[in-house]
């Protein structure tokens, strides 16, 4: 037995952003067969990713001392973060909906720096990747949560 067409209609870059917000919303074991693709796979390895990010670099934004740079490339942005505490530098390179998903999950710091803080385009830009979820009627539920987190997340600021 296949699945119905209406499964094979996420995008990844709707997984993307769904995982990276909230990883539980789209488990595995639940919608096994939108993990079926091979991009589907990387999306989710790379919210994951993203997640991971944010929780090594929003203490480090809480500092007076951080270290964070971000610097616009030709295919998105370089992030560039150093932890004295563990002589620890990375670069990450981002798309543009990448680094909109990040400033979407940092927590709003005094200390943020401009290129970090949210804007309108990143909420746009993330709400338009989240429609792709729309092509399942079991994801719709997780569509309007998200949607609504989202739209928190800017009011917020």
Aim: with cysteine; proline share 7%.
């Amino acid at each position: 037995m296949t699945d119905p067409p209406c499964r094979l209609a996420i995008r990844p870059d709707a997984l993307l952003c769904a995982v990276a917000l909230e990883p539980q919303g789209i488990s595995r074991n639940r919608f096994f067969w939108a993990y079926s693709e091979p991009k589907a796979r990387r999306a989710h390895a790379r919210a994951l990713s993203l997640r991971r990010l944010v929780q090594q670099i929003a203490p480090l934004l809480s500092e007076r001392s951080a270290h964070v740079t971000v610097a616009e490339t030709d295919r998105g942005f370089r992030m560039t973060y150093r932890d004295e505490r563990l002589a620890l530098r990375r670069t990450v390179h981002l798309t543009p909906l990448e680094a909109s998903l990040v400033r979407l999950m940092l927590p709003n710091f005094p200390l943020l720096p401009e290129v970090l803080r949210q804007r309108d385009e990143d909420r746009t830009r993330v709400l338009t990747a989240l429609r792709g979820l729309l092509g399942s009627p079991e994801l719709l539920s997780i569509h309007q949560r998200l949607d609504a987190l989202v739209c928190s997340r800017i009011l917020v600021s």
